[in-house]
């Protein structure tokens, strides 16, 4: 009987947020509450760095990027968000760091919750994802189902589908 697996990762895909941070710049540059304040945000190999003249433009930059990220495809769940710092000149300065991989004690929760749902198919942590494997295709999309509902405060995604 053949094999079926797939993989559960939390990666963000890089190039969709780049465009992200591009359209949600070019919406700060048109938008008339922020004419004349240089808020910026950038972005670095492992995160966002989102820099405003004061607490309400920090908020509405987030409601941009976040629209951003969205209409691209890409979780919230991605980010983690650090506290806002002062910074020079009186601005805000705030990192949104990019979540990759999956945490062992989330992955050991993932595995136990596979192994309580009662679907035939073996689960085991391999570096920062979880493959699941079995026999039917069904008992795979189970599996899917099942974290779709509740995906831990992650942003998962479900790869490498295989057929051996």
């Known amino acids: ?95 949104l760091v990019f979540v990759q991989g999956i945490p062992m004690d989330k992955a050991k929760e993932m595995v136990k919750r596979i192994k309580a749902s009662g679907v035939k198919v073996q689960a085991q942590i391999q570096d920062q994802q979880v493959r699941v494997t079995g026999k039917d295709k069904d008992d795979l999309q189970q599996v899917i189902a099942l974290f779709r509902q509740d995906d831990l405060g992650l942003a998962l995604q479900f790869t490498n589908y295989r057929t051996t």
Do not use: H, W
Request: proline residues 2%; charged residues 30%; contains cysteine.
């Open 1 to 95: 009987m053949s094999q079926s697996s797939f993989d559960i990762i939390s990666k963000i895909d890089l190039q969709e947020m780049k465009n992200a941070v591009q359209m949600a710049q070019k919406e700060i540059i048109g938008r008339f509450d922020f004419k004349g304040t240089n808020c910026q945000i950038e972005l670095l190999d492992d995160k966002l760095v989102i820099s405003a003249s004061d607490e309400f433009k920090r908020k509405s930059m987030l409601d941009i990027i976040f629209s951003k990220m969205v209409k691209r495809g890409l979780s919230i769940k991605a980010l983690e968000q650090k506290e806002p710092q002062p910074a020079a000149k009186n601005y805000l300065r705030q990192e």
